[in-house]
């Protein structure tokens, strides 16, 4: 585990570069093409009708943290091996840990489309859609990764105010817009939530004695 493939890199840097994507459906306000620009304005029609499938319709990942992936991946170069994580003896360990703040903040937010459709009808343009949103928010202790690091040097660990915070539901949301003379155009969109799950988990106090 202490060396990673150039595949295991390639599926790590997607992973943490995801965050980029949750930005596609903030830019696209300004693309006439897109049709889910009605998501951020229910004013807006779009010309043409649509619909669309899990998977095959908006999905937005994004993951934040206040650690980067060359805070744990560093340069190897040897058994055939370009890079290695920080577990491997060849990482100072005081390099390492002078880079790890007091405390690693890792977020993640999904928003998916289940189902999603648009139309003209009514006088106006009319949407309804499925979506999933989860969120999760992971609070963890440096002296974890001084205990992955150095593993037993001490005599005692404290992995106190580690927490997980997970919030999931499901969104159903019907929309319509009109046009009132040549150049306004008003919308509201309903959404009825529906909470699938919930947790938040602290850790108060968590010690090892070796």
């Not at 295991?8 to 596609?24: A, D, E």
């Not at 908006?58 to 058994?79: E, T, W």
């Not at 937010?109 to 009514?122: E, N, R, T, V, Y």
Request: glycine share 10%; proline share 3%; hydrophobic share 40%.
């Amino acid at each position: 585990m202490k060396h990673i493939s150039r595949f295991h890199i390639l599926v790590l840097l997607v992973m943490f570069n995801v965050t980029m994507s949750v930005q596609s459906l903030t830019s696209g306000y300004f693309l006439e093409g897109n049709v889910y620009r009605t998501q951020l304005n229910p004013a807006f029609q779009p010309e043409q009708n649509f619909f669309s499938f899990p998977l095959l319709g908006n999905l937005n990942l994004g993951v934040n943290s206040n650690v980067g992936l060359n805070d744990f991946i560093y340069p190897y170069q040897q058994d055939g091996y370009a890079l290695t994580t920080f577990m491997s003896g060849t990482v100072d360990a005081k390099q390492f840990l002078n880079r790890i703040p007091q405390r690693v903040r890792i977020g993640e937010k999904l928003d998916m489309s289940i189902f999603s459709a648009g139309f003209k009808k009514w006088g106006g343009y009319n949407t309804i859609s499925l979506s999933l949103h989860e969120s999760i928010n992971v609070g963890i202790p440096k002296s974890i990764f001084v205990f992955l690091k150095e593993g037993l040097s001490s005599v005692r660990y404290d992995f106190s105010g580690l927490n997980v915070g997970l919030q999931a539901y499901s969104a159903l949301s019907l929309g319509h817009s009109r046009s009132i003379g040549d150049d306004l155009k008003v919308g509201a969109t309903l959404h009825v939530l529906m909470g699938l799950g919930c947790a938040d988990v602290k850790v108060d106090e968590l010690c090892l004695q070796t």
